[in-house]
Each structure stands twice: as C-alpha cells, then as structure tokens.
C-alpha cells in the first residue's frame, strides 16, 4: 500500500512539472486569482495581427479609435475583455478601486493588468467621486487627487492616466478643458503629472440594467461621421466611451462584437490603446 501511494505521488509531480512546462512554454505568466482561459493570451490568440494594430502616425489616412470602458472590474468586464480579444483590437479599461472588493472581481483587474499591450489598465478613481458626489469631489482638488492615488495603489495601475467620473475632462498639452466643475482638479492633476482623458463618443445606457441606448448601427453612423469631423479633441483620433456592465447580457455583448466587427472590416480604422493618444505624457506610477 505505501509502495502504491509512493508511486501515485511520484506521478502527481510529474504531472505537475508537465504542467509547469506547457505555462512557461506558452508564456502565460499570471499572477495568483487572474482568471486564466484559452483567450487570455495575446501570443495564444491567432487572430492578432500586430503590424495591423500598431500606432503609425506618419499614416495620415488612417483613423485611430480608442475603445474604453468606464467602471469595471464589474458584471461584463471579461465579456468585453473576450469579445475583443476574439476580435483581435485593442481596448483600455478605465477601472475603479473599490469595485475591486472580492477576488473574482480582482482576477479582472489582473487580466487587463497582464495582457498589457494589448489591453491598457487606467484610473476611474478610487471611490468614483465618493459614488458620484460630484460637488463635494470637485470641490477639494486635493483629497480628490488622493482618491485617485487609492485606486492606482489598490489596483497597481501602471501610469498616471486618468479619466474623472461623470465629467468629460482632458489635459492634453497641458491645457485643461471641460466643465468649469473639474477644471481646478484637472489643473492640479496636470501639475503633478497626470493625463486625464474625456472622450469623444459616448455609447449611452439606461435603466438599472444598464441597457445599451444607441443601436450598433446608431453607434457605427456616428463612429463614421466622427471620423473626418473637426468636432474631435484630437483630429483623427476617435475615442469611444461605454460601460462595462452594459455588456454582462449575451444580447448587448452580441451587439458590442457585432460594433466591432464592422468597425474593423475599414481598413482606415485602427484600434489603439489609450497610452498611445498623442499628447499623453504616459508618466509612470509608483509601481
């Protein structure tokens, strides 16, 4: 009997170094609680083509989409995440600390953290202005600032690009722009070395089960007037807002993939991160 139960462990090691083997060879180097699948490497994914999606601005007859969600790690983080995988284009996720309160909803977080490049992890802010408290948030620039260095310590957050809740803010070149509200805050930031991004295009939802307003083909008439019109901060560059909890059914997340899908038939199209927006600063974090 023990000779048997020898046995059986030498084959669970063994199994367990084959194991080791076929992550290393396959490059999957993830942190523990990281939700691991067949789709959650960049090298594993086909269907990528990294000449295709890489920023070249000399191109001048191309347009760059920046494809954001605001809110996570939430209900349709990882729906977004897979669907866009699947599709081969890039996305950023704008994700806030204190939705990452168990370790399902952290192992988001990590995968977005771990698929850098492809996908580009950035700060909503901590408590997403004190639950959308928006005067008293704005108010005080500096605990403000605090807030968003809660979340890009909780969430290890790589650099210092911002997007402030329920406001449409920019700092690029050092020039604040938006509500009169977010404008002390958006200077102190910028100050001390933040990017902070609004966006261009809102994908707009209702009701409590956050359901997607536009139809794809709203959102695709939209995405194509925008491309040569002069009513974007940056010419040429498209940057689109969603959420992510918007696409935690299968009908939505149909409609996300179906927006993307057509979106990258245009060969003028190119999906990009947000770090690679020109005018970014890109300024590392403390981690």
């Known amino acids: 009997m023990r000779h048997i139960r020898e046995e059986r462990f030498v084959h669970f090691l063994i199994?367990?170094?084959?194991l080791n083997v076929t992550f290393t060879v396959s490059g999957c180097n993830y942190k523990r609680g990281t939700v691991i699948s067949q789709t959650d490497t960049t090298d594993a994914n086909p269907g990528i083509?990294?000449?295709t999606f890489s920023y070249n601005p000399q191109d001048t007859s191309l347009r760059y989409i920046y494809l954001t969600f605001d809110d996570g790690p939430q209900h349709g983080t990882m729906n977004c995440y897979h669907i866009c995988?699947?599709?081969g284009v890039k996305a950023t996720f704008f994700m806030v600390g204190q939705h990452a309160d168990n370790r399902?909803?952290?192992?988001?977080?990590?995968s977005v953290y771990a698929g850098y490049p492809f996908f580009f992890l950035a700060n909503h802010s901590y408590t997403h202005a004190y639950r959308n408290h928006y005067?008293?948030?704005?108010g005080t620039p500096s605990q403000a600032q605090l807030d968003f260095i809660k979340a890009e310590d909780s969430l290890h957050i790589p650099y210092r690009i911002v997007r402030f809740p329920g406001n449409n803010t920019w700092t690029l070149h050092s020039k604040p722009h938006g509500p009169k509200l977010t404008l002390p805050l958006a200077k102190f930031m910028d100050s001390t070395g933040y990017d902070v991004v609004g966006w261009d295009i809102e994908w707009r939802f209702k009701g409590t089960k956050s359901t997607p307003v536009q139809s794809v083909e709203t959102m695709i008439k939209t995405v194509d007037s925008y491309a040569n019109s002069n009513e974007l901060?940056?010419?040429k560059h498209i940057v689109i807002l969603a959420h992510d909890r918007m696409f935690g059914d299968t009908a939505p997340a149909d409609s996300l993939q179906k927006f993307i899908t057509v979106l990258k038939k245009n060969p003028?199209?190119?999906?990009?991160?947000?770090?690679?927006?020109?005018?970014?600063k890109k300024n590392k974090g403390k981690i």
Do not use: C, W
Not at 15 to 18: E, R, V
Not at 135 to 138: A, D, G, I, L, V
Not at 268 to 280: C, L, S
């Open 15 to 18: 199994a367990l170094a084959l």
């Open 49 to 51: 083509n990294r000449d």
């Open 85 to 87: 995988k699947s599709l």
């Open 104 to 110: 399902l909803l952290r192992s988001f977080v990590d």
């Open 135 to 138: 005067k008293k948030f704005y």
């Open 233 to 235: 901060r940056t010419k």
């Open 268 to 280: 003028r199209f190119v999906f990009e991160t947000i770090d690679k927006y020109p005018g970014i």
